[in-house]
């Protein structure tokens, strides 16, 4: 490899990225090599672009276009005295996939993760409280059952008591250490329609 600098480069960029298998590494540095010079331009563009055109939504921290504003907050016919907490952007989608909630939603951007260094200031949890005045009567907890997730349930629980707002968790259908984003609609659909208090 040392004699390759260019393509060192490019292996340690993709190293750095979250979610590829190692093994992929070498596959992908390969695609982007056998692309078309017009092909990579395309990429390129289109990442800058689309990273320029997003940003996290003030209120519910769920991305949205900069130039239309968020597709949740922004949608008079959702029902916003019903609120549902989510870790990431991937468990709301698997969310608005089951067709089934209507409500609002708020991204928490993770779990208490002390490990990792992840702690209740970094997480939307402020966003969260501000939101909660007369309007919500209802808190769904979609969080992952982990003991980070089980943990920042927990706190949030206990955040939201004073406000008065129901607090709900999702059923406890839901296989054990499977992240929502891989869960399948029906599973999830049935988990949100059997919500419990918290
Ligand atoms: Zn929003």
Redo the contacts with the bound molecule.
């Keep these: 490899m040392e004699e390759l600098p260019s393509l060192q480069r490019l292996i340690r960029q993709l190293q750095r990225l979250p979610y590829l298998a190692s093994k992929n590494v070498y596959r992908v540095a390969q695609h982007f090599l056998e692309l078309s010079e017009s092909q990579r331009e395309d990429f390129c563009r289109i990442l800058l672009d689309s990273c320029n055109g997003l940003c996290r ?1 003030p ?4 991305w ?1 276009e900069k130039s239309s504003g ?1 597709m ?3 949608v008079s016919r959702r029902d916003a005295s019903l609120l549902c907490v989510v870790e990431s952007w991937h468990d709301l989608q698997a969310i608005e996939q089951t067709g089934v909630f209507k409500g609002m ?1 708020h991204v928490l951007g993770g779990v208490l993760s002390p490990l990792d260094g992840i702690g209740p200031d970094d997480l939307s949890i402020e966003q969260l409280k501000k939101r909660i005045d007369g309007s919500v009567k209802e808190v769904i907890l979609a969080i992952n059952q982990s003991p980070e997730g089980d943990a920042t349930s927990a706190l949030l629980a206990r955040s939201l008591k004073s406000s008065g707002v129901v607090v709900t968790c999702l059923a406890r259908g839901l296989p054990v250490g499977i992240a929502l984003e891989y869960s399948d609609r029906l599973t999830l659909n049935k988990a949100l329609l059997d919500r419990r208090i918290f």
Aim: proline share 0%; hydrophobic share 35%; glycine share 0%.
């Design positions: 939504c209120v519910c921290w769920a949205s968020c949740f907050c922004n939603y």
